[in-house]
C-alpha cells in the first residue's frame, strides 16, 4: 500500500507558470479521464491519445513544456489530494521518463481504486514507450 505524504493545502508547481493552470484544470485529463475507448465517449475516443495530441501542440509552440509538466506531475504525486495523484499519473504516462516508473509503480496498490487504476495503466504506457526508444 502506498503512503502518502500529507500536504494539506499544498498544491504542486509554480502557479503562475502556465503549465501549472494547464495541469490543474485545462488538460484533457482528470476525472473524465479514458485510457482506452469506451462506452460513455464518443466511438473511437480515447482520452490517452488526446493528451498525447494536447501535448504535442503545446510543446511545438514552448518546447520546455514537457520537463515544465514533468516537474509539476512529480511533485504533484506527493499531494494528498487524489484528484491531483490522478492527473500527475496521466500526464507521466506521455511525458514521464524512465526513472519515473517507480514513482508511479507506488501507487499501483494505493487504497483508492481510481488513483491505483490511473497507476497501473500509466505504468504500463510509459514502460511501452521506454522500451521503444
Known amino acids: 500500500m502506498n503512503e502518502r505524504r500529507e500536504r494539506p493545502d499544498r498544491n504542486a508547481g509554480d502557479r503562475s507558470d502556465p503549465a501549472w ?5 485545462r488538460g484533457p485529463h482528470g476525472a473524465q479521464f479514458t485510457w482506452s475507448a469506451s ?11 488526446l493528451l498525447r495530441q ?11 513544456f514537457p520537463q515544465r509538466v514533468r516537474d509539476i ?3 504533484s504525486l506527493g499531494s494528498s489530494d487524489s484528484a491531483l495523484i490522478r492527473r500527475a499519473l496521466q500526464v ?3 511525458v514521464g521518463q ?10 499501483t496498490s494505493d487504497t483508492d481504486e481510481l488513483v491505483s ?11 511501452n514507450v521506454t522500451l521503444r526508444r
Not at 21 to 25: D, G, I, L, M, N
Not at 54 to 64: H, K, M, Q, S
Open 117 to 127: 487504476g490511473d497507476a497501473k495503466a500509466s505504468h504500463f504506457e510509459l514502460k
Open 92 to 94: 507521466l504516462a506521455v
Open 98 to 107: 524512465e526513472p519515473d516508473l517507480r514513482a508511479i509503480h507506488a501507487f
Open 39 to 49: 462506452r460513455t465517449g464518443p466511438p473511437g475516443f480515447v482520452g490517452l491519445e
Open 73 to 75: 506531475a512529480l511533485d
Open 21 to 25: 493552470e494547464w495541469f490543474a484544470s
Open 54 to 64: 494536447v501535448i504535442e501542440e503545446r510543446t511545438a509552440a514552448e518546447p520546455d
